[in-house]
């Protein structure tokens, strides 16, 4: 009895349909060109990363409850020195498409591998552009300016941005390409869990170091005069190093998770630390 085509089982057909190609990575890469568009003080660039994993979402989930869960997953915070941007989003393509093929892939895991990531990077991604080439460039560009070139203000865009649009580019085809490899092994060898683990042990220790370098709280207090001036700051110093921005940090997280809105958090940050600036009570 022949067989006809219409009545194949349709499997092979939705897993090839959903595999990935250059031409969505592509999408990925023109879409991530915005990335800091919309970029705020609270979760930073996390809606740059969604708008860039569209293109991946729409083609891996078919229907919109799947597609939803995706886009909320990559609104979690987010921040990266934009020139490694899309090198996680090739891996956290990748991620996904195994996702969609596995129903028990853990998703915890890809905003575990983001979290991990974007601290180490975007310290290479600082220095070397930021720190590097954008003085050489600016440099080159200003000698020709002072001559009354035009080219002066063209060769420093060349000189910055054709290095930064090819390391974008390659970034996002060697991430996903590294990232498909990655995964293919690591679930052949059963090493998943561990590495969701370490990756989240990796995050938690990403973000502890902002808080100790980004969040600035000091007592300027004092007590006893001359030589036997104590300081206050001294004190929470030999208890804990940056205990001050770790206790602000907790009281903020959980007044997040009481439901308070953001914007009614900052407004009594700001007032509070005008108060107490005023009272020398902290200090910049």
Not at 47 to 59: D, H, L
Not at 63 to 92: C, P
């Amino acid at each position: 009895m022949k067989i006809s085509n219409k009545n194949i089982n349709t499997q092979s057909d939705i897993c090839e349909d959903q595999l990935i190609t250059k031409k969505d990575l592509k999408k990925v890469f023109w879409k991530s060109l915005p990335f800091e568009i919309s970029w705020n003080y609270v979760r930073q660039d996390h809606m740059g990363f969604a708008y860039s994993m569209t293109p991946i979402v729409e083609k891996l989930y078919k229907n919109k409850e799947d597609r939803a869960e995706a886009l909320k997953r990559h609104m979690e915070f987010f921040n990266i020195t934009v020139y490694f941007s899309t090198l996680v989003l090739g891996i956290v393509t990748a991620m996904e498409e195994q996702k969609s093929k596995d129903p028990n892939f853990d998703t915890q895991s890809i905003n575990n591998v983001k979290a991990s990531l974007m601290g180490p990077l975007s310290g290479i991604g600082d220095s070397l552009f930021l720190g590097t080439l954008r003085i050489i460039a600016a440099g080159i560009g200003a000698s020709l300016a002072l001559n009354g070139s035009i080219f002066g203000a063209i060769l420093f865009l060349l000189i910055y941005n054709i290095p930064a649009f090819a390391l974008r580019y390659f970034g996002m085809m060697k991430g996903y390409e590294v990232g498909a490899g990655l995964l293919n092994q690591i679930q052949k060898s059963g090493l998943m869990n561990r590495i969701t683990h370490s990756t989240a042990v990796l995050g938690l220790m990403t973000i502890g170091s902002m808080i100790a370098t980004m969040v600035s709280v000091k007592v300027p207090l004092t007590f006893g005069s001359g030589d036997a001036v104590t300081k206050v700051q001294t004190i929470l110093d030999s208890i804990m190093p940056c205990l001050l921005p770790l206790g602000v940090t907790f009281l903020i997280y959980w007044l997040l998770g009481k439901n308070i809105k953001v914007t009614y958090i900052l407004l009594g940050v700001i007032l509070i630390s005008i108060v107490l600036a005023k009272f020398a009570i902290l200090a910049p």
